[in-house]
């Protein structure tokens, strides 16, 4: 499995950005995606997931500002990101899991910066 992550760039605090991450290759079986975020010097966190059937999480910081959501016929995982702050700021991971052997796939990352 490929994920190819993009959207991300630099934007001013209050902003919005969004997004995606288009999978590929062999994607039988994955169900929950997500996105997740690593600001320098920090361990990499859990943002966001949506399972297969649409069913949402989110950290607590970006509950009332982000959108998770998933087009299941394009393979796609979007991010909104609405009212963006300066703790934002990091790169923004998206992440596939196949249940059937525990297998986690990782896109290359997009950088998100946002200004004060």
């Known amino acids: 499995v490929q994920l190819q992550a993009s959207g991300g760039g630099l934007v001013q605090a209050g902003g919005s950005l969004r997004l995606s991450c288009a999978a590929s290759?062999?994607?039988?079986?994955?169900?929950?995606m997500g996105w997740y975020r690593q600001a320098p010097g920090k361990q990499r966190d859990m943002v966001a997931t949506?399972?297969?059937?649409?069913?949402?999480n989110y950290v607590a910081s970006v509950k009332g500002r982000f959108t998770i959501s998933r087009d299941n016929a394009k393979n796609t995982v979007y991010l909104q990101m609405n009212n963006l702050k300066p703790e934002d700021t990091a790169v923004y991971y998206c992440?596939?899991?196949?249940?059937?052997?525990?297998?986690?796939?990782w896109g290359q990352g997009t950088q998100v910066t946002v200004s004060s």
């Open positions: 992440n596939a899991f196949r249940e059937i052997g525990q297998t986690s796939y």
């Open positions: 290759g062999r994607i039988f079986g994955i169900g929950v």
């Open positions: 949506i399972t297969s059937g649409g069913s949402t």
